[in-house]
């Protein structure tokens, strides 16, 4: 049965309401009772004992904030009498703890259907890529992206476009009154119906970007990067390169980063440079003509059983609320759980959103080598958005703040949760590539896309993505799976929800039971029996991030 409220740990000093209570209502919990002062929104928290000025808040048993003016037994936490506060961190004096995993014998022997690599990296999509080194190459891309998607059925219905056809109809036939009074039809998502030419290609991808020219040598060489990491992913069979060729983002250094992810490269690695080939029209023809026979050969690659250690989930939260460190969160947490526990890789991310578990995840490393580069990380990500007139305090949105992420620490307590309890095995700078299994510890903002761009390009084969207030976040090549922590976003936004968590709070299963529901459902979607919301939606979201500023 539901509570109606919730002590995350014994330490708290604060109970998180699960449903909204009124002012003079009295709340039982755990032999005490307490009346209460305030009306207690849903997701937010009131104090269980009288507090001062200056005093500590304690959520998942850490501190995450101070209050700045004194708070009675009973009375609501807000952004009026709190404020952000976080514990330090420094290198680990103790030896990593050991590790008490998941019962996996269920999970041992299981498999999913995968593109399997010459590299041995195993890939849940079969996508051929078209990426531009350069912002002026976009406009070229989207008469590529135009061209191929509706002659080889990957285009979606023109839902929307047939709405504005009748509303134009409508007013040359001069109706003005059924104009006004005009309903269109549920748009809703709907997969292309037109038939595929290629059985065994899930798509041709397009990643427009507003980079590679007129920034600093690090984004030039980061932008690579991470193109390097989705032309290396295990989801692309081969790519189309448009270069314009003066461009910082070189076909040289793009090559280079290739190799350092795979020495011996073997993939389709197509390049056309407009300044070389002359007339626009002659690149884009050869490069249709190319890009069609490397696409006919991607077509033979077929799936094939491969070990859960070949999945690779990337651990992110957006849009979050009161309640995502207590449902999704710790539920896809038991999930990289246990992936790790069967040498898979989990990558937890979104640096600002560590900002006071940093210690715990510090003591959590493999080696002290793991811990510092983890900590000197944080640390000069800190120190760049100091040398902005920024800090970490600053990232929680008006929505997190709304629904109960009142500072930076109480919001990242809740989303390290997505991290489970595995030791963390490696810790990478943006746009490094995970090779290691266990937890990676990937270094990105916490911004929805540009966080899930760099965990695809970190190798993620699948990403796990947890909200409260709902995001329609996607990426190109990556199937991105969608979590409700409350049930009540699941009913309202059901296009973008692939998973609810909200039976958690409502106290009908437990967060063992949702992770391993949550495991069965990356294994149909790796295999390719179902297609996820964001895919069917062509949600197709990349920005790299950019560290730097223009030049």
């Given at each position: 049965m539901q509570n109606t409220v919730l002590q995350l740990d014994p330490r708290d000093n604060v109970l998180v309401a699960l449903k909204a209570l009124r002012r003079g209502e009295s709340v039982s919990f755990s032999g005490s009772e307490y009346t209460l002062l305030s009306d207690i929104p849903a997701k937010h928290k009131f104090v269980t004992k009288d507090l001062a000025a200056g005093e500590q808040i304690i959520m998942y048993g850490g501190l995450v904030g101070t209050m700045?003016?004194?708070?009675?037994?009973?009375?609501?936490?807000?952004?009026?009498?709190?404020?952000?506060?976080?514990?330090?961190?420094?290198?680990?004096?103790?030896?990593?703890?050991?590790?008490t995993a998941p019962d996996v014998s269920k999970w041992r022997d299981?498999?999913?259907?995968?593109?399997?690599?010459?590299?041995?990296?195993?890939?849940?999509?079969?996508?051929?890529?078209?990426v531009p080194l350069v912002f002026c190459e976009n406009r070229n891309?989207?008469?590529?992206?135009?061209?191929?998607?509706?002659?080889l059925g990957f285009a979606l219905p023109q839902v929307y476009r047939r709405q504005?056809?009748?509303?134009?109809?409508?007013?040359?036939?001069?109706?003005?009154?059924?104009?006004?009074?005009?309903?269109?039809?549920n748009g809703g998502p709907q997969a292309s119906t037109a038939p595929k030419v290629f059985k065994n290609i899930d798509g041709i991808k397009f990643l427009t970007h507003e980079q590679g020219c007129g920034s600093t040598r690090e984004d030039t060489?980061?932008?690579?990067?991470?193109?390097?990491?989705?032309?290396?992913?295990?989801?692309?069979?081969?790519?189309?390169?448009?270069?314009?060729?003066?461009?910082?983002?070189?076909?040289?250094?793009?090559?280079?980063?290739?190799?350092?992810?795979?020495?011996?490269?073997?993939?389709?690695?197509?390049?056309?440079?407009?300044?070389?080939?002359?007339?626009?029209?002659?690149?884009?023809?050869?490069?249709?003509?190319?890009?069609?026979?490397?696409?006919?050969?991607?077509?033979?690659v077929e799936r094939k059983p491969a070990p859960l250690s070949k999945l690779v989930v990337g651990l992110k939260c957006g849009g979050s609320?009161?309640?995502?460190?207590?449902?999704?969160?710790?539920?896809?947490?038991?999930?990289?759980?246990?992936?790790?526990?069967?040498?898979g890789r989990g990558i937890l991310s979104e640096f600002p959103e560590l900002c006071g578990v940093e210690q715990q995840l510090i003591d959590r490393s493999v080696s002290r080598e793991v811990g510092d580069k983890y900590m000197n990380l944080m640390r000069d990500y800190a120190a760049r958005a100091k040398a902005v007139f920024a800090s970490f305090e600053m990232n929680p949105s008006p929505g997190n703040v709304r629904d109960g992420l009142l500072t930076d620490a109480m919001k990242s307590a809740g989303a390290a949760k997505k991290g489970g309890t595995s030791p963390v095995t490696a810790a990478l700078d943006y746009p490094e590539y995970s090779s290691v299994p266990g937890l990676n510890l990937l270094c990105t903002p916490g911004s929805d896309v540009e966080?899930?761009?760099?965990?695809?390009?970190?190798?993620?084969?699948?990403?796990?993505?947890?909200?409260?207030?709902?995001?329609?976040?996607?990426?190109?090549?990556?199937?991105?799976?969608?979590?409700?922590?409350?049930?009540?976003?699941?009913?309202?936004?059901?296009?973008?929800?692939?998973?609810?968590?909200?039976?958690?709070?409502?106290?009908?299963?437990?967060?063992?039971?949702?992770?391993?529901?949550?495991?069965?459902?990356?294994?149909?979607?790796?295999?390719?029996?179902?297609?996820?919301?964001?895919?069917?939606?062509?949600?197709n979201d990349f920005i790299p991030w950019k560290r730097g500023v223009s030049l």
């Open positions: 700045s003016e004194p708070l009675r037994r009973g009375d609501l936490l807000s952004t009026k009498n709190l404020r952000h506060a976080a514990s330090d961190y420094h290198s680990s004096t103790i030896a990593p703890p050991r590790w299981r498999t999913f259907l995968g593109y399997h690599r010459a590299d041995g990296q195993v890939g849940t999509r079969n996508h051929w890529l078209v891309l989207g008469v590529l992206k135009q061209a191929f998607e509706e002659e504005v056809a009748e509303m134009v109809k409508l007013f040359r036939e001069g109706k003005s009154s059924e104009l006004k009074d005009f309903q269109a039809g060489r980061n932008l690579c990067g991470i193109l390097a990491g989705y032309i290396h992913h295990p989801n692309v069979a081969g790519v189309t390169v448009l270069s314009l060729g003066c461009q910082h983002a070189q076909t040289t250094t793009l090559v280079e980063e290739i190799k350092k992810r795979d020495p011996n490269f073997s993939k389709p690695l197509l390049v056309f440079d407009q300044q070389q080939m002359g007339e626009e029209s002659t690149m884009l023809s050869k490069a249709i003509h190319d890009t069609f026979v490397g696409m006919v050969e991607a077509d033979k609320d009161g309640f995502s460190g207590i449902s999704a969160n710790p539920a896809i947490g038991h999930t990289a759980d246990i992936l790790a526990a069967v040498g966080c899930v761009s760099a965990q695809v390009g970190a190798g993620a084969n699948v990403v796990l993505f947890t909200t409260g207030l709902g995001t329609p976040t996607g990426n190109p090549i990556t199937p991105v799976i969608k979590l409700s922590t409350n049930s009540e976003l699941a009913r309202r936004m059901p296009d973008i929800i692939d998973i609810d968590t909200g039976s958690i709070i409502e106290g009908e299963t437990t967060i063992e039971k949702m992770g391993e529901e949550v495991l069965e459902k990356i294994i149909r979607v790796a295999s390719g029996d179902v297609h996820v919301k964001a895919e069917i939606l062509s949600q």
